[in-house]
């Protein structure tokens, strides 16, 4: 097991992590596997799951007592959504806790805070994120959802896609251009709830991986949102993405690490099992040198994204920081996933294993939360800049 040589993780290293971290991995082993199969069959993981895993106190560890979370910081929470992806758990925790609750937390008035915190953190509600579109995915400014000032209510037009517990959410985070000003300036959030008149919702999509993880198109026809509903200010929507994107995509490096050290775990095990010509598959010395190579480079890869999870606790994660993080983990994460199919031959194809699930599962990190590509431009962008 990677464990064995693996640097001890700071991060998680309190009695209060070892404890929780024991309690999450009991639960998704009774509450969670046992099911797995039959959530990917109805393409979402049902809703009491949700409410389960709020009784359990796994939903928005971050929230502030006052609204009904732990007030515990961000790393419990990155640890509990780590545990059900290294489980192979995969569903939309990360985008429910550590980005939809953390913009109504920074962002929401006092109001929004009282209506929609407590409900996450119970699992009575689920949220999601709005930004992408048909034509507006790299190029959010791109985005024509649009949210015309009715006076005391906005009325919304438009539709998003591949939005995360879209289905199953009954709330979302919408990203609306309100027609005024420069292109980044019109982009404005409103908290659009399932119930309201005129929004609704696509089937959730048949994806190639992390298939109980609903992704669906949400589509919004004459939608009456009253003001009360517009979070962080009209026309400051852009500039607060932006600023909230740098934890998303830390959030994804985070998943991508765990998935890279499931993938090696179960290889480990597999190939001290699995023999061919009458030897361990783990005593041929190109699994060795497979097997290094990939411990190393996850292992580079841990303790920078550690490193970055310690600067975002502290509030001084940079976009760049976290940029570098998503790029290179997710990298890490597909070339770890693919050699593991490799190790495991034919059964590594096969759909009943998990290591067959984790590759297609991670296939995505290299795209959702900004193409590895738009990394790349930030970085690049944080070098050259005068
Ligand atoms: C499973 C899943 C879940 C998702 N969840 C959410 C969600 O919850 N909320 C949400 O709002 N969105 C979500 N997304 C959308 C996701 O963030 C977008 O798919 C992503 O930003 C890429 O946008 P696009 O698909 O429109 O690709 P495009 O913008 O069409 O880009 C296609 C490709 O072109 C290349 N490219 C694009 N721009 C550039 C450039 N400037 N320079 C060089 N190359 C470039 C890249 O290789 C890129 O992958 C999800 C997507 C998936 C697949």
Redesign the pocket.
């Known amino acids: 097991m990677f464990s064995k040589i693996q640097i001890e993780r700071t991060v998680y290293s309190s009695d209060e992590h070892k404890l929780i971290c024991d309690s999450v991995d009991k639960f998704i082993q009774k509450e969670a596997t046992p099911h797995y199969a039959e959530w990917e069959a109805a393409k979402a993981v049902p809703h009491a799951f949700w409410e389960k895993v709020g009784e359990q106190g796994f939903l928005c560890m971050d929230v502030p007592e006052a609204y009904g979370g732990a007030g515990m910081d961000f790393s419990f929470s990155t640890m509990i959504q780590e545990r059900f992806r290294y489980a192979g758990v995969d569903f ?1 925790i990360g ?1 429910h806790s550590d ?1 939809v609750a953390p913009y109504i937390v920074k962002y929401g008035s006092e109001f929004q805070k009282q209506r929609f915190l407590p409900k996450m953190v119970s699992g009575e509600w689920v949220g ?13 400014k791109a985005l024509k959802t649009t949210a015309k000032d009715m006076g005391d209510y906005y009325l919304v037009n438009g539709s ?7 289905y199953v959410s009954d709330f979302v985070i919408c ?1 609306c251009r309100t027609n005024k000003g420069t292109p980044d300036e019109g982009i404005t959030l409103l908290l659009i709830e399932s119930s309201f008149e005129g929004y609704t919702k696509g089937k959730p ?1 048949e ?1 190639i ?2 298939r109980a ?1 609903d ?1 669906c198109e949400l589509f919004f026809e004459d939608v009456k949102v009253p003001k009360s509903h517009l979070l962080g200010g009209e026309r400051k929507g852009f500039h607060i993405m932006m600023e909230e994107l740098a934890r998303e995509r830390l959030g994804i490096a985070i998943e991508a690490v765990a998935s890279a050290t499931s993938a090696l775990d179960t290889t480990i095990q597999y190939v001290s099992e699995r023999k061919a010509f009458k030897k361990r598959i783990a005593d041929f010395q190109n699994t060795q040198f497979k097997l290094a190579d990939l411990a190393a480079d996850l292992q580079v890869h841990q303790s920078f994204v550690d490193a970055c999870i310690t600067l975002h606790a502290s509030g001084k994660l940079t976009p760049i920081q976290a940029s570098i993080a998503k790029l290179k983990a997710t990298e890490m994460c597909g070339k770890m996933t693919d050699e593991c199919v490799q190790l495991h031959g034919g059964y590594g194809y096969m759909w009943e294993y998990g290591i067959a699930r984790n590759y297609a599962a991670s296939r ?1 990190t ?9 990394m ?2 930030i970085i690049a962008r944080g070098l050259l800049k005068e």
């Open positions: 939309g985008v980005i999601c994120i709005g930004m992408t579109e048909p034509d507006a995915g790299s190029d959010l998003k896609t591949f939005i995360t517990n879209g990203a999509f994806k991986g992390s993880q992704t995505v290299r795209i959702y939360g900004g193409a590895n590509e738009i790349k431009m």
